[in-house]
């Protein structure tokens, strides 16, 4: 049985990588991209996702499995540099019992909270200047 999807009918993500929607792209590549997300749940929170769409990670093709993770790693490594984190959190979902809501697979990599953990849970949507800055702050360290 397939796993239970968020619905969609248009991929943001894929919107935001043809120039559709407006986002905060750090680094848009051949095979991956790493964008600023609007729910921060950590310091310098990012996600890593396949330039082609796919759903779930049983999609990826083999061939952007290393390109995914250099680029998680390359995410995890700035975002150190540019926050001093006391950690770094990498989690991943898939389908809807999982918490996934949008039906292209992404890493989420983000710096751990001051406090500790991530925000899990209702986060308010930042506007894109405040995303603009994250990148930019995360920019020069990848
Ligand atoms: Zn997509």
Redesign the pocket.
């Known amino acids: 049985m397939p796993i239970s999807m968020p619905s969609a009918d248009r991929?943001?993500?894929?919107?935001y990588?043809a120039g559709l929607s407006p986002a905060s792209i750090l680094e848009q590549g051949e095979h991956v991209a790493i964008l600023v997300t609007r729910w921060q749940r950590g310091q310098g929170h990012v996600l890593v996702?396949p330039v082609a769409?796919?759903p779930t990670v049983m999609d990826v093709a083999l061939a952007e499995e290393r390109h995914l993770m250099n680029a998680v790693r390359r995410a995890a490594r700035a975002i150190v540099a540019a926050y001093d984190p006391g950690g770094v959190a990498v989690w991943q979902n898939n389908g809807v019992p999982a918490h996934q809501t949008?039906?292209?697979v992404h890493f989420h990599v983000a710096g751990t909270l001051p406090d500790g953990g991530t925000r899990a849970g209702e986060v308010p949507r930042l506007d894109l200047d405040a995303t603009d800055e994250i990148a930019e702050r995360l920019s020069p360290h990848l």
Request: hydrophobic content about 35%.
């Open positions: 991929c943001p993500f894929c919107d990588l996702i769409h796919r949008v039906p292209h």
